[in-house]
Every structure is written in structure tokens, then in C-alpha cells.
């Protein structure tokens, strides 16, 4: 029996399933050590200022589905983010040469009375009222804390819905409270995906999935070489696309926080290969990934010919940007798959890695493969990483902790976060293509964004001395994991 249970109406949260934290200060490899023992506790806080809602991450992966419509069953307020998935949306269908249609979302608006008389008909007649409209050919419905509280039973709902419109309405639960693990949220918009969507295989073809987010299409030049086609999921899907998705040969992970439950759960259920190998970041890991990939797809000499191009291309070029980033320091904040592959990009430059913020750690991912842990790879690649913090986006953490070690350089993932390191003074690059760094083109892509942020700080220090802080120099004195259980020392910093 397979460790995913599709029969289930929701996900298994990943703090159950996989004992995820969002609390630890150490080193690396004593984080990696005490994942692979079954020894990782999660610290709490006894203050916590903000983190990332599993709802809104469930809600990114649907929202982007081309002939689908999402019902948010929520307050209005929860709609806060719509505007910013309907603008991704639109940009990025247009890079592809797609209509620049909007995103079809809807809110249930819930009020204060009705999460004490319920708020069921106004979610049924939301749902007609979107399939009216729109004429879709999926609805799914996204939970929220509010209607996780008033306990009504969604998944009867559409089920009921959908005998009713005839096509697909499909409940998410991704309550807010139900997991303090943001990247819960992706697993449960796959799970209501694969549940309700996705059928078994009519026959096996040459594609494999790509499982990303909305960055770049990289993979299709270098996958037909291989005599095999990209099929990039979930964003710009469209339904029929989806519920053939288990008729591929693999699938390819971007970034494993995202779909590393999708790719273990079409293993599982059709037999579609899922590459474990941690995404291909750094030359080292690239060559890993390769290797990977070409056994699964029974291309190992294509491979191996392609490495070797590859190095002979990349090489000196990346010798010229070690030797211009030498004795360069540098701060990392980002989701834990990312972050670990921002990690070892800065290590093959060359950059001292001063530390890392790290939204959360997964001690394992669904397919029970240690060799899937990307920070363990770069820890045993590049060597530890003395300073790092596994926090759920708390900005008070990473303020102290820049102030203190000032690096030449802070690379963020998340907008939310850019700005404390640029109020500073300390040069700040986002990347928001997460393919960008992919590769070996990836790491030159990223030397070239490193020493033009480096070269070019007049900027930020001009911010430095026109911003002011809101936090006291009572909290920057003070040892920045004060909130966070377990034993610190100011003195590491």
C-alpha cells in the first residue's frame, strides 16, 4: 500500500505526514543529521509575526487552470490576493502567446452571522452563479479558516454540485489553520487534482510533466534532443490536459517544496517515473539531475554527451565570475527547495554563505528517497552552512540577524522580503523565474544578476539613509532567536 491516500477528501497535513518544521537554529548539516535520525523537533515561538497561508498556495496552483473557475468559501477579505494572481495570470498567458483572458475567481463572503446559521446555500448558489457566468469545465472550491470553523461538510456539497452542472466541482481543503507548513497548500490543490481529474492512462506517450510554478519553458528544446515532449503543469493547463497527465513517461520537479506530492502520488497510482534526484542547481547537481533523468528516460549516452558540451561551454566562463565574486559574503531568505538551491549556486560561485532564512524544512519528501534532500546534496557538495534558520517569514528573525553580519549581498525569493535587506544597504536580488537559475545556463545566469547587483548599490545605499526601521535598537540588540524555543547564542553572531 502507497503512503498516499487518494480515497481521502483531504490531504494529510505536512507536519503529520512528514514531520515538516518551521522552527530550528543550527547549522546545516546538523539540520540534515537530525532529519535523516528521526530526531528533527520543531522549536515554537512564543512571538510570531506573520507566515504564509496554505490556502493562498493552494489557491496560486488552481487559479492558474485555463478553463477553470476557483470559489473561494471565505470572508471577502481572504480575496485580498486575488488581484495578484489575476495580474500573473494575464502577464504570463501572454508570454505565451495565449489570450490575455482574466482569472475567473469568486468569493463566497462570508459574514459574521452566517458562521452561526451557516453559509451552505451561499456557497451553492455561488458555484451556479460561476457556472452561469463562465460556462467552465471545472470548479473547484478552496476552504478557508472561517468555513473550516463553521464545519460544513464542502466535499457533500460538491459532490452534490456536480451531478447537478455536470462537470467536475471539486473541494480543496486547505483551511488556514489546518498547517502551519505554507507549502501544505500546494499538496492539497494536487490532491484535489489527482482525485477528482486526473484518470488513468489510455496509453504511455513520449511526454513528461513539468511541474512549476509560472516560470520560463526551458525544458523543450533540451527534452526533444532527448526524443521526448515538455508538458508544463499545473499553470496554463487546461482541464482535458490535466486528466491525462498520468499517461506521461516522467515527471520533472522545478522546485521539490512544490509537487514532490504530485510526482509521488502519479508513481504511485500510474506508474509515471518520478526523477528524485533535487532540482538541477549548481554544476555539480546539474550533473547529478542529468544522470538521474537520463537513466529514468533511458538516455544515459545522450546524457553524458550533452554533460560533457556543457562543461566545456559553462566552465571558463564560470572561472571569470569566481575570480570577480572572490571574498563576497552573502544572506539567503527563501522557500526551503529554493532557498537550498540558491545555496549551492552562491557556494559554486565561489560567495561565502553567511546564512540562510528558510521558510520550512520537509526531513523527508513523499517518495522516502534521502537522495531527493537538496540541502543534504549541498551541504555534502559545498560543506555546512554554520548559520541556519528554518523561519516561517519572520521578518524580526532576519532584520537582527542582517544588521548583525551585513553581507555584500542578500538574494531573496519572495517580494515581501527584498526590502529589509535593501532599507540596510545591503545590495538585494530577487529572482521571481525559479527556472532563471536552472541548469548550467542557470548559473551563469545567475553570476551575471550577482555582480550587476553587486556593482550597482548606489541605490540602496541612498534608501539606507532616507528609510528608518520598525523595530527599536532594543530588539536589534538583542540574540535574534530570543522568541524561538531551544538553546541560542548571541555570540554565534
Known amino acids: 500500500m502507497g503512503t498516499i491516500n487518494l480515497k481521502e477528501s483531504s490531504v494529510t497535513i505536512r507536519e503529520t505526514r512528514l514531520g515538516s518544521i518551521t522552527g530550528f537554529n543550527g547549522s546545516a548539516k546538523e539540520l540534515v543529521t537530525c532529519a535523516h535520525a528521526g530526531k528533527l523537533k520543531d522549536s515554537s515561538r512564543k512571538f510570531s509575526q506573520c507566515m504564509g497561508c496554505n490556502a493562498g498556495h493552494a489557491f496560486c496552483q488552481l487559479a492558474m487552470i485555463r478553463d477553470a473557475v476557483v470559489v473561494n468559501h471565505a470572508p471577502v477579505g481572504c480575496a485580498g490576493d486575488f488581484f495578484g494572481f489575476n495580474f500573473t495570470y494575464r502577464v504570463e498567458q501572454m508570454k505565451r502567446d495565449l489570450p490575455a483572458t482574466i482569472g475567473r475567481y469568486f468569493s463566497t463572503c462570508i459574514e459574521e452571522k452566517d458562521t452561526v446559521f451557516g453559509a451552505a446555500k451561499k456557497l451553492e448558489d455561488t458555484v451556479r452563479e460561476a457556472y452561469k457566468r463562465t460556462k467552465p469545465n471545472a470548479i473547484f472550491v478552496t476552504t478557508s479558516c472561517a468555513s473550516g470553523i463553521i464545519g460544513e461538510d464542502v466535499d457533500a456539497i460538491t459532490e452534490g454540485l456536480s451531478k447537478e452542472l455536470g462537470i467536475p466541482v471539486i473541494s480543496c481543503s486547505c483551511e488556514g489553520f489546518r498547517s502551519k507548513i505554507w507549502t501544505t497548500g500546494f499538496d492539497a490543490a494536487y490532491h484535489s487534482i489527482l482525485r477528482k481529474l486526473v484518470k488513468p492512462p489510455r496509453k504511455k506517450t513520449n511526454k513528461v510533466n513539468v511541474a512549476n510554478f509560472w516560470g520560463s519553458h526551458i525544458f523543450d528544446e533540451f527534452l526533444s534532443r532527448l526524443g521526448y515532449e515538455a508538458q508544463y503543469i499545473v499553470p496554463f493547463s487546461t482541464v482535458a490536459e490535466l486528466e491525462y497527465i498520468s ?190 537559475g536552472f541548469g548550467y545556463q542557470g548559473v551563469l545566469n545567475y553570476a551575471s544578476r550577482i555582480v550587476e547587483t553587486i556593482d550597482n548599490k548606489e541605490f540602496v545605499s541612498n534608501l539606507a539613509k532616507h528609510s528608518t526601521m520598525p523595530y527599536t535598537k532594543w530588539w536589534l540588540d538583542q540574540d535574534p532567536f530570543t522568541f524561538l524555543g531551544g538553546n541560542t547564542s548571541v555570540e554565534n553572531y
Open 247 to 436: 499517461e506521461a513517461t516522467a515527471t520533472i520537479h522545478v522546485c521539490s517544496s512544490l509537487s514532490t506530492y504530485l510526482g509521488a502520488a502519479l508513481e504511485q497510482e500510474y506508474g509515471v517515473k518520478e526523477i528524485k534526484a533535487p532540482p538541477a542547481y549548481g554544476i555539480e547537481g546539474t550533473d547529478i539531475w542529468m544522470r538521474d533523468i537520463g537513466k529514468v528516460l533511458d538516455r544515459e549516452e545522450e546524457i553524458e554527451k550533452i554533460i560533457k558540451e556543457e562543461h566545456e561551454r559553462v566552465l571558463p566562463k564560470l572561472e571569470e565570475y569566481r575570480e570577480k565574486l572572490k571574498g563576497k559574503t552573502a544572506y539567503v531568505t527563501a522557500g526551503a527547495a529554493h532557498g537550498h538551491a540558491i545555496i549551492a549556486m552562491l557556494r559554486e560561485l565561489g560567495l561565502n554563505v553567511q546564512g540562510a532564512a528558510i521558510f520550512h524544512h520537509d526531513p523527508l519528501y513523499d517518495n522516502k528517497n534521502k537522495d531527493s534532500d537538496a540541502l543534504a546534496q549541498a551541504v555534502n557538495i559545498y560543506g555546512d552552512i554554520k548559520h541556519y534558520n528554518v523561519c516561517n517569514k519572520q521578518a524580526y528573525e532576519l532584520v537582527n540577524i542582517l544588521n548583525r553580519v551585513r553581507p555584500d549581498l542578500m538574494i531573496a525569493r519572495h517580494g515581501g522580503m527584498t526590502m529589509w535587506g535593501a532599507k540596510l544597504g545591503i545590495p538585494t536580488l530577487l529572482i521571481g523565474d525559479e527556472q532563471f
